[in-house]
């Protein structure tokens, strides 16, 4: 497969309300970056940085605007960041969120990523570093990126906090002063890897809302682990699917052009795991029917709609052979704060 790394759509940020106020169309954003509009209405939702790097840079070209990632980087907060932003805006220090953002990254919000502290004499180098081999969108994804580290800082520091001087690694000269001008930072190219500098005795600065608020939940934190191990080919398909189903019903010949296999290929190696790829389908659309009907707004035939079914009574006996409760009665369960268990056949 193509894609080595994964990111949530929470770190896109508020970019629906920058393109349009800069009077780019979001929807033609999207579909030029052959992204489900759906996205927008899923923080949660996985996808490949690649395509998360293509949708920025596609962005970018959308507005005539090469430094557009750090005008959304500056109206993005941690809050929008969900369980992976409250987690480290819950540390007691910046050093311990530091930590926190570096551990936990690549497991909750985004692999093929690293967060690494160093330093230097009186000075941390906070740096991202990608593995992932795309290059399109690269530096746009990097601004972005760089901007969501200096709202952790700042979240210690002062909301008007800036690092003493920003570094990316390839940055054409023609940007240095747009972006300089939008940072009111030094700006600098030439490392390894993108990074902002500090002093380090900000390490220590205590968390000015220490105690406040309710702290996660075991529950929650189990959402750590939920990206997809690089040699996990079910659990990376899994995620191509569930990114299409946001748009439409993916296909097998849909899914193996996103994954870079061949329909048999990508058929015969999840036979070799004792998979196939309608076990995968079906289970991707149960995942998001029980997701969907825990929205009470949503009537059966939406949801049904959403899923790619014509017909809602279509929908509802998969769903029973899936779960084993017609849709109707699973929400009435679900309300009532039992959730049944769940089994049965490829619908």
């Given at each position: 497969?193509?894609?080595?790394?994964?990111?949530?759509?929470?770190?896109?940020?508020p970019?629906?309300?920058?393109?349009?106020?800069?009077?780019?169309s979001?929807?033609?954003?999207?579909?030029?970056?052959?992204?489900?509009?759906?996205?927008?209405?899923?923080?949660?939702?996985?996808?490949?940085?690649?395509?998360?790097?293509?949708?920025?840079?596609?962005t970018?070209?959308?507005?005539?605007d090469?430094?557009?990632?750090?005008?959304?980087?500056?109206?993005?907060?941690?809050?929008?960041?969900?369980?992976?932003?409250?987690?480290?805006a819950?540390?007691?220090t910046?050093?311990?969120?530091?930590?926190?953002?570096?551990?936990?990254?690549?497991?909750?919000?985004?692999?093929?990523?690293?967060?690494?502290?160093?330093?230097?004499?009186?000075?941390?180098h906070?740096?991202?570093?990608?593995?992932?081999?795309?290059?399109?969108?690269?530096?746009?994804?990097?601004?972005?990126?760089?901007?969501?580290?200096?709202?952790?800082?700042?979240?210690?520091?002062?909301?008007?906090?800036?690092?003493?001087?920003?570094?990316?690694?390839?940055?054409?000269?023609?940007?240095?002063?747009?972006?300089?001008?939008?940072?009111?930072?030094?700006?600098?190219s030439?490392?390894?890897?993108?990074?902002?500098?500090?002093?380090?005795?900000?390490l220590?600065?205590?968390?000015?809302?220490?105690?406040?608020?309710?702290?996660?939940?075991?529950?929650?934190?189990?959402?750590?682990?939920?990206?997809?191990?690089?040699?996990?080919?079910?659990?990376?398909?899994?995620?191509?699917?569930?990114?299409?189903?946001?748009?439409?019903?993916?296909?097998?010949?849909?899914?193996?052009?996103?994954?870079?296999?061949?329909?048999?290929?990508?058929?015969?190696r999840?036979?070799?795991?004792?998979?196939?790829?309608?076990?995968?389908?079906?289970?991707?659309?149960?995942?998001?029917?029980?997701?969907?009907l825990?929205?009470?707004?949503?009537?059966?035939?939406?949801?049904?709609?959403?899923?790619?079914?014509?017909?809602?009574?279509?929908?509802s006996?998969?769903?029973?052979?899936?779960?084993?409760?017609?849709?109707?009665?699973?929400?009435?369960?679900?309300?009532?704060?039992?959730?049944?268990?769940?089994?049965?056949?490829?619908?």
């Amino acid at each position: 497969m193509h894609q080595t790394g994964y990111t949530r759509a929470s770190t896109l940020g508020p970019i629906a309300e920058v393109v349009t106020a800069a009077g780019g169309s979001i929807a033609r954003v999207f579909r030029r970056a052959d992204l489900p509009l759906g996205l927008l209405d899923a923080p949660d939702a996985l996808l490949p940085l690649r395509d998360h790097f293509r949708l920025l840079m596609v962005t970018s070209r959308e507005l005539h605007d090469e430094v557009f990632a750090v005008r959304l980087g500056r109206q993005t907060s941690m809050a929008g960041l969900g369980i992976f932003g409250r987690w480290v805006a819950q540390a007691p220090t910046l050093l311990e969120a530091i930590h926190r953002a570096g551990t936990s990254l690549p497991h909750m919000l985004q692999n093929a990523t690293r967060l690494v502290v160093r330093r230097h004499g009186s000075e941390i180098h906070w740096s991202y570093e990608l593995s992932e081999p795309a290059r399109d969108g690269r530096l746009q994804n990097e601004m972005l990126a760089i901007w969501y580290m200096i709202a952790v800082v700042r979240h210690f520091a002062g909301a008007c906090w800036l690092p003493s001087r920003i570094i990316f690694a390839d940055l054409p000269n023609r940007l240095r002063c747009p972006i300089g001008a939008l940072t009111c930072t030094d700006t600098v190219s030439g490392n390894a890897a993108s990074a902002i500098v500090f002093d380090r005795r900000l390490l220590a600065a205590v968390n000015p809302n220490l105690g406040e608020g309710d702290g996660l939940r075991a529950s929650e934190l189990g959402r750590i682990f939920d990206l997809p191990d690089p040699e996990d080919l079910p659990g990376r398909l899994s995620v191509l699917i569930e990114l299409e189903l946001l748009g439409r019903r993916p296909t097998l010949s849909s899914i193996g052009s996103r994954s870079g296999l061949t329909p048999r290929t990508l058929q015969r190696r999840l036979g070799e795991a004792g998979l196939s790829y309608r076990d995968l389908l079906r289970n991707a659309l149960q995942r998001r029917a029980m997701r969907l009907l825990g929205q009470k707004d949503r009537s059966i035939g939406e949801i049904a709609s959403m899923l790619g079914y014509d017909d809602p009574a279509h929908f509802s006996r998969a769903f029973e052979r899936w779960s084993g409760a017609a849709p109707t009665r699973w929400r009435r369960l679900l309300e009532s704060g039992v959730r049944p268990g769940t089994s049965g056949s490829p619908g």
